[in-house]
């Protein structure tokens, strides 16, 4: 199991988005107010869209959870590729979520100036690691094919 490259990828992927809940996203400067905004403690401006926030928390617990289960799928690659490719999905329109939570957030006060952190970075750098994975996993497939026709 751990000796698979695709394992490390996912639980780097895991990682990755487990970390992305502690770390700050964007900072908001508006005056002498300044805001960091971070999805699991919710500091953010008290108009901002706060439902979106906790919907995205909840989606990236998830997806940190579903790549660690993942990997416990080793037996069974079919069911491995199928819920990777579900991952991918859900890890995709949670990052256009959390586009859009960030445009509402610079809605909010136009005036505010934003800076962003390494944290929105970690989700496309978990989308790219998941790719790599399922496709480690489809070429583990292919090769357990080809030695049982050889047989």
Not at 2 to 26: D, G, N
Not at 75 to 86: A, D, F, L, M, Y
Not at 99 to 116: C, D, E, N, T, V
């Amino acid at each position: 199991m751990i000796q698979r490259i695709q394992t490390l990828y996912l639980l780097v992927a895991s990682v990755l988005l487990a970390c992305m809940l502690i770390l700050p996203l964007s900072s908001l400067v508006e005056g002498t107010s300044v805001w960091n905004v971070f999805l699991i403690s919710g500091q953010i401006p008290p108009a901002a869209p706060r439902g979106l926030m906790i919907a995205l928390t909840a989606v990236y617990v998830l997806l940190a959870f579903a790549d660690v289960l993942v990997i416990f799928m080793y037996k069974n690659r079919e069911r491995q590729v199928s819920w990777i490719t579900g991952i991918l999905l859900i890890l995709v329109l949670s990052v256009i979520l959390l586009l859009i939570f960030l445009y509402r957030l610079h809605s909010i006060s136009p005036a505010a100036l934003i800076s962003y952190h390494a944290g929105l970075v970690f989700p496309l750098v978990s989308l790219v690691l998941l790719i790599m994975a399922r496709k480690a996993i489809r070429k583990d497939q292919d090769i357990i094919d080809s030695l049982n026709r050889i047989r």
